[in-house]
Nanobody, 125 residues
Framework: QVQLVESGGGSVQAGGSLRLSCAVS????????MGWFRQAPGKEREGLAI???????NYADSVKGRFTVSKDNPKNTLYLQMNSLKPDDSAMYYC???????????????????WGQGTQVTVSS
């Protein structure tokens, strides 16, 4: 059974940083692409960052240069380092896993089969 468990969310002031983690079981992080998404109340789920099987990454314009996605294959864990946070970054953040070798942010949630329960990020001004 595949399980994705996010952690690391919380409340931070604008300009601050957070590091989200996604611990994965029943699925091998190194084999496929994985991603981070977020969803604010009343808005659609937004793709933020993708890391592919070969380690290549792609980002949404809204987070490019501020967020960094990475993975630790031995620990089977996905990360999202978030810097220079803004109030608009406040949302529930989700990690996602699927069975493609290569994914893109513009490809959206349909590329992924498994989702975590989410971790809340709140950025105050």
């Amino acid at each position: 059974q595949v399980q994705l468990v996010e952690s690391g969310g919380g409340s931070v002031q604008a300009g601050g940083s957070l590091r989200l983690s996604c611990a994965v079981s029943g699925y091998t992080v190194s084999r496929y692409c994985m991603g981070w998404f977020r969803q604010a109340p009343g808005k659609e789920r937004e793709g933020l960052a993708i890391i592919n099987r070969d380690g290549s990454t792609n980002y949404a314009d809204s987070v490019k240069g501020r967020f960094t996605v990475s993975k630790d294959n031995p620990k089977n864990t996905l990360y999202l380092q978030m810097n220079s946070l803004k109030p608009d970054d406040s949302a529930m953040y989700y990690c996602a896993a699927g069975f493609f070798w290569s994914c893109t942010v513009v490809g959206g949630p349909s590329q992924f089969n498994y989702w975590g329960q989410g971790t809340q990020v709140t950025v105050s001004s």
